[in-house]
Antibody
Framework: EVQVVESGGGLVQPGRSLRLSCTAS????????VTWFRQAAGKGLEWVGV??????????VFAASVEDRFTISRDDSKSVAYLQMNSLETEDTAVYYC????????????????WGQGTVVTVSS | DIQMTQSPYTVSASVGDRVTITCRAS??????LAWYQQKPGKAPKLLIY???NVESGVPSRFSGSGSGTEFTLTISSLQPDDFATYYC?????????FGGGTKVEIK
């Protein structure tokens, strides 16, 4: 079964760090981008960041609200991507989702087709 | 940033109704638009990508259209499983942005 599963969420104090994992199965992980999204309780969806596949440089792009605090990395040998969240703020409280990013023949991200079930991050003292 | 505006905010409809949701982009995004369905406590589910391509496994009653700045999601005959919140998303430029969502409720 093609799937991604997030893990690593929990309760953390403001200013502390947390690392989320996105573990894939059922497909060749290294061929795809990995995108992180989040959703605060009762709110809409927000894009957090993306890591491209190695074929497209393995580079990352982030939302302005997190770009100085969050990083994304990937270990294709383990089919895992990581979202490292530093200097967490109460506004970072949300369900975090990872999603598979599919490239089209021109190298553009075509779809975000497989989403995980999400992991809850609560930032509170 | 590209702003995405969905309307209406809520749709009250009955089983069998035709439902149309509109999404407007603040600048042209060509056809780089996706639609998602989300049910309470669940992850979003991709319905439509590149404005009009129906994702594999999605019922044929769902369709998408539009290009540039105006897009629509149509459910041709609403089914009980379709009561959910729907989001549009542009992926023409970073940051990726979503519309505010449209909740489809039972009338």
């Amino acid at each position: 079964e093609v799937q991604v599963v997030e893990s690593g969420g929990g309760l953390v104090q403001p200013g502390r760090s947390l690392r989320l994992s996105c573990t894939a199965s059922g497909f060749t992980f290294g061929d795809y981008a990995v995108t992180w999204f989040r959703q605060a309780a009762g709110k809409g969806l927000e894009w957090v960041g993306v890591i491209r596949s190695k074929a497209y440089g393995g580079t990352t792009v982030f939302a302005a609200s997190v770009e100085d605090r969050f990083t994304i990395s990937r270990d294709d040998s383990k089919s895992v991507a990581y979202l490292q969240m530093n200097s967490l703020e109460t506004e970072d409280t949300a369900v975090y989702y990872c999603a598979r990013g599919v490239y089209d023949s021109s190298g553009y991200l075509d779809t975000f087709d497989i989403w995980g079930q999400g992991t809850v991050v609560t930032v509170s003292s | 940033d590209i702003q995405m505006t969905q309307s209406p905010y809520t749709v009250s409809a009955s089983v069998g109704d035709r439902v149309t949701i509109t999404c407007r982009a603040s600048q042209s995004i060509s056809n780089w638009l996706a639609w998602y369905q989300q049910k309470p406590g669940k992850a979003p589910k991709l319905l439509i990508y590149k404005a009009s391509n129906v994702e594999s496994g999605v019922p044929s009653r769902f369709s998408g259209s539009g290009s540039g700045t105006e897009f629509t999601l149509t459910i041709s005959s609403l089914q009980p499983d379709d009561f959910a919140t729907y989001y549009c998303q542009q992926y023409r430029r970073y940051p990726l942005t979503f519309g505010g969502g449209t909740k489809v409720e039972i009338k």
